[in-house]
Structures are given as structure tokens and as C-alpha cells.
């Protein structure tokens, strides 16, 4: 079983960058493609970005192509998603999930595991 936890929401003025993480609990992610989600209010879960479990592919919601980017730590324990030009249509809550192997999966049905989620608020 592998547990997903993501860190780094919080409230943000439009325009502001934020960037979130996701970690395994004792273990790392080397082997693991992720996903990034979001899920505002009365809204479904919607696909935010993803990368392959080699880390040489990434792709991305039309939305957020270009603000938003998905890196990895060279100890492959930790996946980032680094937010900028932050808009408030972007809040919502964001939820990393992963997939054992895998390309960069768009579908939230592709994934196995995932977090709990973090609440990332942007301001007008």
C-alpha cells in the first residue's frame, strides 16, 4: 500500500506562485507515475498535469500549460508542482495520485493511489 500525502496549499493573491508537494511515507516514488488533480466546489475532479514514472514525459491541462510545472527530486522521493501566475479560478482542492510505472496519464481511473489532498485558496 502506498500513502500519498501532499503539503503546501494555502491562501495566495492572484498573480502569486505556491508550490505543492507530494511525498510517499517511507518510500520513494522511483517507480511510480503521478498525477496532479484539483476538485473545486460543486465541481468534478479534473486533471491539472501529470509525468511518467521515468520522468521524461509530462503533460498538462490546457489550463494550466505554461503556469504550472511538474518536477521530481533527483532522490525521486518527492513530486512538485510548482504553481505560478496563480488565478482565483485555480482554487480548489489539489490532489497528487499515483500509478505504478505509467506515461503521464490524463485520466483520474488510470491512478491506484492517492493523497488526501491541500486546499490551495487564490484571491482577487
Known amino acids: 500500500q502506498l500513502q500519498l500525502v501532499e503539503s503546501g496549499g494555502g491562501l495566495v493573491q492572484a498573480g502569486g506562485s505556491l508550490r505543492l508537494s507530494c511525498a510517499a511515507s517511507?518510500?520513494?516514488?522511483?517507480?511510480?507515475?503521478i498525477g496532479w488533480f484539483r476538485q473545486a466546489p460543486g465541481k468534478e475532479r479534473e486533471f491539472v498535469g501529470a509525468?511518467?514514472?521515468?520522468?521524461?514525459?509530462?503533460s498538462y491541462a490546457d489550463s494550466v500549460a505554461g503556469r504550472f510545472t511538474i518536477s521530481r527530486d533527483n532522490a525521486k522521493i518527492t513530486v512538485y508542482l510548482q504553481m505560478n501566475r496563480l488565478k482565483p479560478e485555480d482554487t480548489a482542492v489539489y490532489y497528487c495520485?499515483?500509478?505504478?510505472?505509467?506515461?503521464?496519464?490524463?485520466?483520474?481511473?488510470?491512478?491506484?493511489?492517492w493523497g488526501q489532498g491541500t486546499q490551495v485558496t487564490v484571491s482577487s
Open positions: 495520485a499515483a500509478r505504478v510505472l505509467g506515461d503521464a496519464h490524463r485520466s483520474p481511473d488510470d491512478y491506484t493511489y
Open positions: 517511507g518510500r520513494t516514488l522511483s517507480s511510480f507515475a
Open positions: 509525468m511518467s514514472w521515468r520522468g521524461d514525459s509530462t
